[in-house]
């Protein structure tokens, strides 16, 4: 049984105050081109479906209009909520798609009941598992210790009380540790949202959301789709790919991935103002890209945006490498605080205006009241 595995779509997303549903639909698009091409049985959506919990008027059209294609097409869809959107919004009407072959992820409640499927190698159970926080599972299983995101994703799993003899595949939205991130994901404190990826090793397929670059954690069967688009410049060197999966006999999937190809790509550019627009260089440039340019002028450019854009209509964002910039960066320390989770974040701060650590206390404490704050218990 083949299946095409997306996830991400992130509809309505900005980019730097750049809308980026013109780019969205063209890759939707291209996306229904090559699933006619590759002819899967099934297209599973895992989740961050929507940018926002509250979608704009467009952005929900346009997913309408994308899913209303796939049940055409005679598909099996599978569809979860993701932590960028309303489980509640993306369940409504679920039990009436059903009838089209479209499978919408209900409200957690406590229990994932499987959609079975069949083919020659015999059933094959899809269990779809949207985003869930420690408090989401928690209400439902009140006598099992749930402190954690590992512990309530391996909460949840253990009580779809899972076959072994028979192919099972899961549909999830979590941070599976060992992951590489992009600055265009949100980055929980501390690293509280991991899960390890063995809770999923009962899984002959684990289709993930959540991460933004395509990759697979673990083994190839844990995979990340990625995005379809890049939405941020840190996935400006990297290539964007649907995953195909062929799920053949018990625990044997194979995977390969397609290419996508965006409207307009996400570049960076680094040089003088001189150089960047003479004619010379820009000529073998995609000028209609969207671009990061880095100007190593020491003195800045009068109107520097308004300028560029003469030349690159769709820059996003510029940045200055000069002397004055690389001694600021030298005043605020060499180290990357994008790599620092936000409780090493705290902790420097707080030594640095108290020139002392925290207590073993302190720490408890703060690390507690950050997990409290990002589930939304107070």
Known sequence: MKFVHLSDLH???????????????????????????????????????????????????????????????????????????????????????????????????????????????GKLRVYMLPFIKPAHVRRFFPETEITDYASAVATAVEAMAIDPSQ???????????????????????????????????????????????PQHVYKETIRYAGTPLKYSFSEAGYDKSLTVIECREKGHCLLRTLPLKPLRDLLEIKGSYMTLTARDFYQGLDT??????????????????????????????????????????????DEDVDQKSPLVLFQEFYEQQNNQPLSEDQLEFTAALMETIWEGEV
């Open 288 to 333: 209609k890209a969207y671009y990061h340019v880095t100007l190593t002028d020491e003195e800045d450019i009068p109107d520097a945006v308004g300028k560029l854009r003469a030349v690159y209509p769709n820059l996003m964002k510029l940045d200055y490498d000069n002397q004055r910039t690389r001694s600021n960066r030298e005043i605020l320390g």
């Open 11 to 121: 509809i309505g997303k900005r980019v730097n105050d750049f809308s980026m549903l013109e780019d969205q639909e063209y890759i939707l698009n291209q996306i229904i081109s090559l699933i006619d091409e590759e002819a899967p049985e099934g297209v599973i959506l895992a989740g961050d479906i929507y940018d926002k919990s509250l979608p704009s008027a467009e952005a929900v059209q346009l997913f309408d209009h994308f899913l209303v294609r796939l049940a055409r097409r005679k598909l099996k869809v599978f569809v979860i909520s993701g932590n960028h959107d309303s489980p509640e919004r993306i369940a409504f009407g679920s039990r009436l798609m059903h009838h089209s072959g479209v499978y919408m992820s209900p409200v957690y409640q406590g229990e994932v009941e499987p959609v079975e499927l069949s083919d020659e190698y």
């Open 167 to 213: 192919r099972n595949l899961l549909v999830a939205h979590q941070f599976v540790t060992g992951a590489l991130r992009s600055e265009s994901e949100d980055i929980n404190v501390g690293g509280i949202d991991n899960v390890p990826a063995e809770i999923f090793e009962v899984f002959d397929y684990v289709a993930l959301g959540h991460i933004h670059r």
